[in-house]
């Protein structure tokens, strides 16, 4: 019998680089077990791959634009979009129905965005939202703008091109790089590097490694070591923050802050608590001067440089 704490074991609230040890432990435990011990077949897998903008698209038509909560955190979790109070232009990746982009659109003031995602009705839904059809009604030029894109598939710099002129301030992923399968993960995020301009920002949220609704996925839902289908053919990845780290430094990008989200949510109707691990991470591209000082001269300074970038992370993530 296992001697490891139920998951209704509660969390303390807060940013932390690590997970606590008796998690881990209790998590580990989990997916040692039968539902986590084998991946779906091939054939689906590969079919959810294919599917995965139509399934995204059907999750929309189905829940409209009722599923999500609008991000009202956003300014405060990332004191970087303040600096859109002066001017800035945002790239909002897989901005669904526009969770993201309306919040931020009334709280800072300076701020430009274009949304994109590959769920067509997602993006006919942000068009259709009252401030999309106000700022394209005004008599000046809009300040949100919309387009169907495939992060996997479609050029992101060039349709980044078409609006703005150039790369972008500021990028946010919340919630998306986890529904790409993990082999994407690599291009994407090179992509997102090259989509930014030089000093310019990726703000990121997504789920962390062994939170509550990894560990509840039944037998049959495993696609891949951390990859799961959920009931409707939507599919979620559970990064651990060593992941984000080294998917960063090989797209070129200096991690500025990097660390996992600790909640324990309560669900009152269900008298249940979760324990929901996400994380948070500020990615940077750097500017040619950082490059120039950074530039290993030899392969053996090489190795050493690639030891020190690991130590990106802050050493007291703020909470
Ligand atoms: C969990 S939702 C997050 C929505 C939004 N970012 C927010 O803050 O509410 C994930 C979104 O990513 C989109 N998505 C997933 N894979 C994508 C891809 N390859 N290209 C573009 N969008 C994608 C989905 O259609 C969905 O709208």
């Not at 994109?116 to 000046?140: G, L």
């Not at 998917?247 to 269900?270: T, W």
Request: aromatic share 10%.
């Amino acid at each position: 019998m296992s001697v490891l704490p139920s998951p209704e074991t509660t969390f303390e609230d807060g940013e932390r680089e690590t997970l606590p040890v008796e998690y881990v432990a209790y998590a580990e435990e989990v997916l040692a077990g039968k539902a986590h011990s084998e991946t779906a077949p091939a054939f689906w897998v590969a079919k959810y791959e294919k599917e995965a903008a139509r399934n995204w698209d059907i999750f929309y038509k189905r829940n409209t634009n009722k599923f999500y909560k609008d991000r009202h955190w956003l300014k405060a979790e990332f004191p970087a979009l303040a600096a859109g109070d002066g001017s800035l232009r945002l790239l909002e990746v897989g901005c669904g129905v526009g969770n993201t982009i309306f919040p931020l659109l009334d709280e800072v003031p300076g701020l430009e965005i274009l949304g994109i995602d590959f769920a067509k009705r997602a993006i006919a839904m942000v068009r259709e939202h009252p401030t999309y059809v106000a700022e394209h009604t005004a008599d000046r030029s809009p300040r949100v703008h919309a387009a169907v894109a495939d992060l996997v598939h479609d050029d992101i710099v060039a349709i980044v091109d078409e609006t703005f002129g150039a790369p972008v301030d500021c990028l946010t992923m919340i919630f998306v790089l986890s529904a790409i399968a993990p082999e994407h993960h690599p291009d994407v995020m090179a992509k997102m590097a090259r989509a930014i301009r030089p000093g310019g920002l990726i703000l990121m949220r997504d789920y962390g490694r062994y939170d509550l609704a990894q560990l509840r996925f039944k037998k049959g839902a495993k696609l891949a070591d951390n990859f799961y289908v959920r009931a409707d053919g939507t599919r979620a990845y559970y990064f651990s923050l060593d992941e984000i780290e080294l998917l960063a430094h090989a797209a070129g990008l200096i991690v500025d802050r990097a660390a996992y989200v600790l909640r324990n949510v309560v669900n009152h109707k269900e008298g249940k608590s979760m324990n929901r691990v996400w994380f948070q991470a500020v990615l940077r591209r750097p500017l040619p001067a950082d490059a120039d000082a950074d530039a290993p001269a030899t392969r053996a300074d090489a190795d050493v440089a690639t030891d020190a970038a690991t130590d990106d992370a802050p050493d007291t993530p703020s909470s």
